[in-house]
């Protein structure tokens, strides 16, 4: 809410006034706003959950004793289900989104450039740069490292690059930490999340993206899957995995809430409300479906009413955050960091992890994503190139590079920068094969900037 300041009435005399506050004003608005020129503020939302979940798993890794989070919540959920329920639904609403926008091949290979560089690359950096450290605390030097055969560090690898988590830790190393039955144990839940992507990938290849009635169902089945602790359809391939998932309703929330994104009130107001139906639901009972909602409201909320609405545009460190944390955490206790105590074991994860972030981020998942605009085209990879987008597009609706808006609107799954506010207005240039070898589609433009193109 946001606050003005008034004259007192009756002291209008300059020797007697004084300002006091005004009544708020209500902001209100819709879902829908989230894609507006304004922006949005998913960079910097994402960036705090990465960092929540960070803070839930530092009580755990060091050690300092029971949740007082789950303990309020009556063993329902605790900061790191918030956390994750928070990204689930960014991801089903901006994954149906690229979905709608995109075909089903060129979905799958955003999807896949995503996530997947930079979880191998994690996977790597977790066996032989931690694998080492962690066997040279262990028994004073790297020799025997390459000859272990129970959890192998390659197996860590090979094991779990399908995303599938299925060797959680490398021989016996974290033996004496206080949580020493895994070493990066975040990545679990990529695997959940990427069986979504699958799920939308199969409506949209239906065609049944637009049938609310379909989403409807999926929040309504896992409503009712919830609420029994019954998952009948857990033992279809992809789509029962999908489904059992305790995180399965936020998502399919962020898909209604896209869908519905011209209808769905964002009121500062409601978010009163969800808070306070968030807190009742979490301390007595329904988190997991009444609560749920409340949650997933909040996000949008959240993403629509905070600052920094760029944040993350150019440098998004979240998911580098997300899948290093615990490996940094893991080393920090290995070394005793824990016995510093719970703040500066926090301190001390987050100075150790935003810089393997920053890595990932610039080394690794910038570069991957570069190849999203890579088109099958005859049987050749054919990359769209950048540089002249701006100036072509001007010209093609008659305008010149004199008229580039210095605040250009960015079509995400493209990284096409477009100078003119009304893609209508290229629908002229459909037909445009300039020298460089672009094909501006009038399909292809979009009024939104969500900053980063790879973060959809």
């Given at each position: 809410?946001?606050?003005?300041?008034?004259?007192?009435?009756?002291?209008?005399?300059?020797?007697?006034?004084?300002?006091?506050?005004?009544?708020?004003?209500?902001?209100?608005?819709?879902?829908?706003?989230?894609?507006?020129?304004?922006?949005?503020?998913?960079?910097?939302?994402?960036?705090?959950?990465?960092?929540?979940?960070?803070?839930?798993?530092?009580?755990?890794?060091?050690?300092?004793?029971?949740?007082?989070?789950?303990?309020?919540?009556?063993?329902?959920?605790?900061?790191?289900?918030?956390?994750?329920?928070?990204?689930?639904?960014?991801?089903g609403f901006l994954v149906t989104r690229s979905a709608e926008r995109s075909t089903s091949l060129r979905y799958l290979w955003h999807r896949a450039l995503r996530v997947f560089p930079g979880f191998w690359v994690c996977l790597v950096v977790v066996a032989f740069v931690f694998g080492p450290i962690f066997w040279i605390r262990a028994h004073g030097g790297l020799s025997g490292y390459g000859d272990v055969t129970d959890a192998a560090p390659l197996g860590f690898v090979t094991n779990n690059i399908l995303l599938l988590v299925n060797?959680?830790?490398?021989?016996?190393?974290?033996?004496?930490?206080?949580?020493?039955t895994a070493v990066d144990g975040s990545l679990w839940t990529l695997a959940y999340e990427f069986s979504w992507y699958l799920v939308v990938a199969l409506i949209a290849a239906l065609g049944w993206l637009h049938r609310r009635w379909l989403i409807l169902g999926l929040i309504g089945f896992n409503v009712v899957s919830s609420l029994l602790a019954f998952y009948p359809l857990g033992g279809v391939p992809i789509i029962g995995y999908a489904l059992t998932s305790r995180f399965a309703l936020a998502f399919s929330l962020g898909m209604?809430?896209?869908?519905?994104?011209?209808?769905?009130?964002?009121d500062d107001r409601l978010a009163v409300v969800a808070g306070v139906l968030f807190m009742l639901t979490l301390h007595y009972r329904f988190f997991s479906t009444v609560g749920m909602a409340a949650l997933a409201y909040g996000v949008l909320w959240a993403a629509w009413r905070l600052p920094f609405r760029r944040f993350g545009s150019r440098i998004d460190l979240s998911y580098g955050v997300y899948i290093y944390a615990f490996p940094v955490q893991q080393t920090i206790a290995l070394f005793g960091g824990h016995a510093l105590g719970q703040p500066l074991f926090l301190a001390a994860s987050l100075a150790g992890t935003l810089p393997l972030a920053f890595l990932s981020q610039v080394l690794v998942e910038r570069p991957a994503l570069r190849l999203k605009d890579a088109v099958l085209e005859t049987r050749r990879i054919v990359l769209r190139p950048r540089l002249e987008s701006r100036r072509l597009a001007l010209g093609a609706v008659g305008g010149s590079v004199d008229q580039l808006d210095p605040n250009p609107l960015v079509d995400p799954a493209l990284g096409f920068v477009a100078g003119h506010p009304d893609p209508a207005d290229f629908r002229r240039a459909r037909n445009v094969r300039p020298a460089v070898g672009l094909e501006v589609e009038a399909d292809d433009l979009d009024r939104s900037n969500l900053g980063d193109p790879g973060r959809q």
């Amino acid at each position: 809410m946001e606050y003005t300041r008034a004259r007192a009435s009756g002291l209008s005399s300059p020797a007697m006034g004084f300002s006091v506050l005004a009544r708020p004003t209500i902001r209100r608005g819709t879902v829908a706003d989230l894609l507006g020129p304004g922006g949005n503020a998913i960079g910097l939302l994402r960036l705090a959950l990465a960092v929540l979940v960070i803070v839930h798993h530092t009580r755990i890794l060091g050690g300092f004793g029971p949740d007082p989070v789950l303990r309020f919540a009556r063993n329902q959920a605790d900061l790191g289900v918030f956390a994750v329920a928070g990204f689930f639904v960014i991801s089903g609403f901006l994954v149906t989104r690229s979905a709608e926008r995109s075909t089903s091949l060129r979905y799958l290979w955003h999807r896949a450039l995503r996530v997947f560089p930079g979880f191998w690359v994690c996977l790597v950096v977790v066996a032989f740069v931690f694998g080492p450290i962690f066997w040279i605390r262990a028994h004073g030097g790297l020799s025997g490292y390459g000859d272990v055969t129970d959890a192998a560090p390659l197996g860590f690898v090979t094991n779990n690059i399908l995303l599938l988590v299925n060797q959680t830790r490398i021989d016996s190393l974290l033996s004496n930490n206080p949580y020493p039955t895994a070493v990066d144990g975040s990545l679990w839940t990529l695997a959940y999340e990427f069986s979504w992507y699958l799920v939308v990938a199969l409506i949209a290849a239906l065609g049944w993206l637009h049938r609310r009635w379909l989403i409807l169902g999926l929040i309504g089945f896992n409503v009712v899957s919830s609420l029994l602790a019954f998952y009948p359809l857990g033992g279809v391939p992809i789509i029962g995995y999908a489904l059992t998932s305790r995180f399965a309703l936020a998502f399919s929330l962020g898909m209604a809430a896209y869908l519905w994104r011209e209808r769905i009130p964002l009121d500062d107001r409601l978010a009163v409300v969800a808070g306070v139906l968030f807190m009742l639901t979490l301390h007595y009972r329904f988190f997991s479906t009444v609560g749920m909602a409340a949650l997933a409201y909040g996000v949008l909320w959240a993403a629509w009413r905070l600052p920094f609405r760029r944040f993350g545009s150019r440098i998004d460190l979240s998911y580098g955050v997300y899948i290093y944390a615990f490996p940094v955490q893991q080393t920090i206790a290995l070394f005793g960091g824990h016995a510093l105590g719970q703040p500066l074991f926090l301190a001390a994860s987050l100075a150790g992890t935003l810089p393997l972030a920053f890595l990932s981020q610039v080394l690794v998942e910038r570069p991957a994503l570069r190849l999203k605009d890579a088109v099958l085209e005859t049987r050749r990879i054919v990359l769209r190139p950048r540089l002249e987008s701006r100036r072509l597009a001007l010209g093609a609706v008659g305008g010149s590079v004199d008229q580039l808006d210095p605040n250009p609107l960015v079509d995400p799954a493209l990284g096409f920068v477009a100078g003119h506010p009304d893609p209508a207005d290229f629908r002229r240039a459909r037909n445009v094969r300039p020298a460089v070898g672009l094909e501006v589609e009038a399909d292809d433009l979009d009024r939104s900037n969500l900053g980063d193109p790879g973060r959809q």
